[in-house]
């Protein structure tokens, strides 16, 4: 990171678009005093730094800005190889908890086998994958299922994984019942042989060390690129045997989703006393869906290309809220969005505030009032849809969405900008066609 591009991510971190009034105190910044005060002679400056950046992350742009002027750029270099590759990549005051992807395979597939069982899927089958802070988790939905040999009893297996806080390996195997199921469990045994590859896999790699952080580690290609080759050796085939087809080919591989949840630093986007305020720490999932296959992904060369190769179908925020404030005062609390091709804003869950709350509220009561004179006058169809909107109020919701959805795009995209690479190998704004 040169000194000229840290200082502008420095003058933008409080985030807005309004500029904050000149009389506005200047932020404390202990982080930045707690690395003026090391040596530049302290052999383990380097690593001493990048434990404040993590102590106070918003100040993390200033701080190398800081250290540009006055420790130089070696020094400057030395810091941000002592940092996890994730943490150099993201933005300030991103802290990013785990990344996913997704894919659907065939049903009706068997997987692996012999003479004591077949492991196969059952229906269409979701493979979740995520990665987080704490450890890798593997889903299946619907469950793998394990069709073993009379006596030995049928099994089904919804997910797999590796604790990042004990370095070892788990599965959730359970026993299935019913007709053509046997009496011996093997359970257990299922699932000492999931542990015991995935354990294997990890094997001599940070993984395996208790207390793993994969933001924090400054060589995360090399490891995970070790982690693969570990499993490519393990089910490699043996030295002149023919390789079998596989069971299932990658162009049956669809519906590839990836995403990312990350907590922001906050901002404030409003003009006029009209926009979207978004609180310190608020969790963003985002999640992008494509309707390609693996195979033609998995052709491309660049992000770029897998992404149009992905066909992307829908972009999804979800979130713990983004106020809508109008007139300096808040309206709405959006909970779920998506975004369209081009930036269009779908909001998909709110809640709504303030007036407009209020308002909601009047048209529930004169929804029951009308339903009450439609019971009187003896008109049943009537009194049942107004009592519904009674309940559910349509009328001030629907046109608050809508006014919404029209007047906020606009800084729905300046967020988007802003936080356009919180998730790792993903352009947020530029899969949107955002300028």
Known sequence: MSGTHAEQHAQQRHGGSQAAPQTTPAAPTPGLEAVKALRASDANAASRVVQIIRQYPAERDEIVAWLHQHRGNAFVQQVLAAQGQVERALPEGIELRSVRA????????????????????????????????????????????????????????????????????????????????????????????????????????????????????????????????????????????????????????????????????????????????????????????????LRDVSATSTPAAALAAANVRAVRLSTSGFEVVAGNAPIARITQLHLQRGGAVVIDHMELLGKAASARRTESGLSLIGALIAIAARDPRAAGGLAHNAQEPQLVDGVTRRLLEQQFTRKVHDMIVQYRTAVPGIDLAALLGIA
């Open 102 to 293: 997704s894919v659907t395979i065939p049903g009706q597939r068997t997987l692996e086998g012999d003479w004591s069982h077949t492991l196969a899927t059952q229906r269409a089958t979701q493979i979740f994958v995520e990665v987080s802070r704490t450890g890798v988790r593997v889903q299946m939905s619907p469950s793998l299922h394990v069709d073993a040999t009379w006596p030995l009893r049928n099994a089904g297996i919804d997910g797999a994984g590796i604790d990042f806080a004990t370095g070892r390996a788990f599965a959730n195997v359970y026993d299935l019942s019913g007709l053509g199921s046997g009496m011996i469990s093997v359970r257990d045994k299922i699932s000492d042989k999931i542990t015991s590859t995935l354990q294997a896999g990890i094997a001599n790699s940070p993984l395996a060390h208790p207390g793993y952080d994969p933001t924090q580690d400054p060589a995360l290609d090399g490891t995970l690129n070790a982690v693969i080759r570990n499993f490519q050796q393990m089910f490699a085939q043996p030295a002149g045997s023919q390789a079998s087809k596989p069971p299932i080919e990658d162009r049956e591989i669809g519906n590839l989703s990836v995403g990312g949840t990350a907590a922001l630093r906050g901002g404030r986007f409003l003009e006029d006393g009209n926009g979207l305020v978004i609180a310190p720490g608020t969790e963003v999932a985002v999640d992008v869906d494509g309707a390609g296959n």
